[in-house]
């Protein structure tokens, strides 16, 4: 959605500014049914966007959370004076203009002052200039603003209670380990355009609780009681040096007090077009957290 701001309307002096807002996509449900393919999953209605307003350009589409992930508004963007500002005409037509038409603001002039000539102007039914459809990347932005990307399920070895000196294992569920993808369409009064973004996680980064922070390049490995400790390895673990004493307890009892351990999955985000092209979209994060006691071995000497 674009928002407008008007200063002002004097005559036909106007003040107005053009911004295209971020919205994030996150983690949860899809905005519509899943579909499983091999080791890829597709979610989302397919259809997003805005169809614009009046005889507007404005795409509509907004963008993936991250820099640089805005959609681009395509300039100029004329939209009917009356509908900018309602209850309004903009006044009669200039000497000479031709006829029927109507005044139209340019929601991309920024400043002050602007005149009839700059941000606001005089158009002959149908002679409206008309930009483009919008850019395949527009509508990836679009798609990927509709990502629904799963939280990550923890899972921690020791499970209840790590200990001081022990390495814990750290893993997620690695069922959400693959590629999510969605399409959508973004629309102006030039047409639309769809185009598909896809998530695929990177890394996972893990949030110890001591102030440790550990980074695995996939979704880690869960120990298996039933094999010897010789018979399996992980290259995702953490070994605290300190008991959680002091920590919050998570049930209110001191004695349970633990520390708080986050994972964050970095999902990689690119678009693709109908047309061939494609292009990198700024990163997506889903996370999840939970609690681990960790306390110290006792021994005992006989």
Same mark, same amino acid.
């Given at each position: 959605?674009?928002?407008?701001?008007? %200063?002002?309307?004097a005559a036909?002096?106007?003040?107005l500014?053009?911004?295209?807002?971020?919205?994030?996509?996150?983690?949860?449900?899809?905005?519509?049914? $899943?579909?499983?393919?091999g080791?890829? @999953?597709? #979610?989302?209605?397919?259809?997003?966007?805005?169809?614009?307003?009046?005889?507007?350009?404005?795409?509509?589409?907004?963008?993936?959370?991250?820099?640089?992930?805005?959609?681009?508004? &395509? $300039? /100029? *963007?004329? =939209?009917?004076?009356?509908?900018?500002?309602?209850?309004?005409?903009?006044?009669?037509? /200039? =000497?000479?203009? =031709?006829?029927?038409?109507a005044?139209?603001?340019?929601?991309?002039?920024?400043?002050?002052?602007?005149?009839m000539?700059?941000?606001v102007?005089?158009f002959?039914?149908g002679? =409206?200039p008309?930009?483009?459809?919008?850019?395949?990347? !527009? +509508?990836?932005a679009?798609?990927?603003?509709?990502?629904?990307?799963?939280?990550?399920?923890?899972?921690?070895?020791?499970?209840?209670?790590?200990?001081?000196?022990l390495?814990?294992?750290?893993?997620?569920?690695?069922?959400i380990w &693959?590629?999510f993808?969605?399409?959508?369409?973004? #629309?102006? +009064?030039?047409g #639309? !355009?769809?185009?598909?973004a896809t998530?695929?996680?990177?890394?996972?980064?893990?949030?110890?609780? *001591?102030g440790?922070?550990?980074? $695995?390049?996939?979704?880690?490995?869960?120990y *298996?009681?039933m @094999?010897?400790?010789?018979a399996?390895?992980?290259? #995702?673990? &953490?070994?605290?040096?300190? !008991?959680?004493?002091?920590? /919050?307890?998570?049930?209110?009892?001191?004695?349970?007090?633990? %520390?708080t351990?986050?994972?964050?999955?970095?999902?990689?985000?690119?678009?693709?077009?109908p047309d061939?092209?494609a292009? +990198?979209?700024?990163?997506?994060?889903?996370?999840?957290? !939970?609690?681990l006691?960790?306390?110290?071995?006792?021994?005992?000497?006989?």
């Amino acid at each position: 959605m674009v928002s407008r701001r008007a %200063f002002g309307i004097a005559a036909l002096v106007t003040v107005l500014s053009a911004a295209v807002p971020t919205s994030s996509a996150f983690a949860g449900g899809g905005s519509g049914g $899943c579909a499983a393919s091999g080791n890829t @999953l597709t #979610c989302g209605s397919g259809v997003g966007g805005d169809l614009g307003r009046g005889g507007g350009n404005s795409s509509g589409s907004g963008s993936t959370s991250g820099d640089g992930g805005a959609a681009q508004q &395509h $300039c /100029p *963007d004329y =939209v009917p004076y009356s509908v900018e500002f309602p209850g309004a005409d903009g006044g009669p037509p /200039p =000497v000479g203009a =031709v006829q029927p038409g109507a005044w139209y603001v340019d929601l991309c002039a920024v400043g002050f002052g602007l005149g009839m000539g700059i941000g606001v102007q005089w158009f002959a039914t149908g002679q =409206v200039p008309v930009s483009p459809p919008p850019s395949p990347a !527009t +509508a990836g932005a679009q798609a990927a603003s509709e990502l629904g990307l799963p939280e990550p399920s923890l899972a921690l070895s020791p499970a209840t209670t790590g200990y001081v000196n022990l390495a814990e294992w750290l893993s997620i569920a690695p069922a959400i380990w &693959h590629p999510f993808t969605t399409s959508a369409q973004a #629309c102006n +009064a030039g047409g #639309c !355009t769809a185009a598909t973004a896809t998530a695929t996680p990177a890394v996972v980064t893990w949030s110890t609780g *001591d102030g440790s922070s550990v980074t $695995c390049s996939g979704p880690g490995t869960a120990y *298996d009681p039933m @094999l010897g400790p010789g018979a399996q390895s992980t290259s #995702c673990s &953490h070994t605290y040096t300190a !008991t959680s004493a002091g920590q /919050p307890s998570p049930d209110g009892n001191p004695n349970d007090a633990a %520390f708080t351990v986050t994972a964050t999955v970095t999902w990689s985000v690119s678009w693709s077009g109908p047309d061939g092209s494609a292009g +990198a979209l700024p990163s997506l994060v889903t996370g999840a957290s !939970t609690s681990l006691k960790v306390a110290q071995i006792e021994s005992v000497n006989s």
